[in-house]
């Protein structure tokens, strides 16, 4: 199967040694997004409900990048610096899915690149 590298300039440009997402066959997998501007490359100020929302801004233009949504995922995976904030993941991710919803997973992590306080990756389905 081949594969294809999906790349969109609506979302951070990587920033180490990997695609923003990789296509093969109907699925694609969702690199890992911080709250990134994509426009400025800087981390979003105004609490942790931005960077929650930066974050699923960021993987829905790269899922529309794929040819797919949001809605397309199968399973997504949530990095938190603190787990307290996971109720807010629980909330703004409602906004952005719809039922039925994806798998997933959270994990507590010590820290992530540029000291975001969010990662959240995704592998969809076409």
Do not use: C, W
Request: zero cysteines; hydrophobic letters at 45%; charged letters at 20%.
């Amino acid at each position: 199967m081949s594969r294809e590298i999906i790349s969109t300039k609506n979302a951070p440009a990587a920033i180490g040694t990997y695609s923003q997402a990789v296509k093969v066959g109907k699925t694609v997998y969702l690199s890992g997004q911080i709250p990134l501007d994509p426009a400025t490359m800087q981390l979003v100020e105004g609490g942790i409900d931005a960077e929650i929302t930066r974050v699923f801004e960021n993987l829905k233009a790269v899922a529309t990048a794929a040819g797919g949504t949001l809605n397309d995922a199968v399973k997504i995976t949530v990095f938190l610096t603190d787990l307290s904030h996971f109720a807010r993941v629980n909330e703004i991710m409602a906004t952005y899915f719809k039922l039925p919803y994806p798998a997933r997973a959270a994990v507590g992590v010590a820290a992530l690149p540029r000291g975001a306080r969010v990662e959240i990756e995704g592998i969809l389905e076409l």
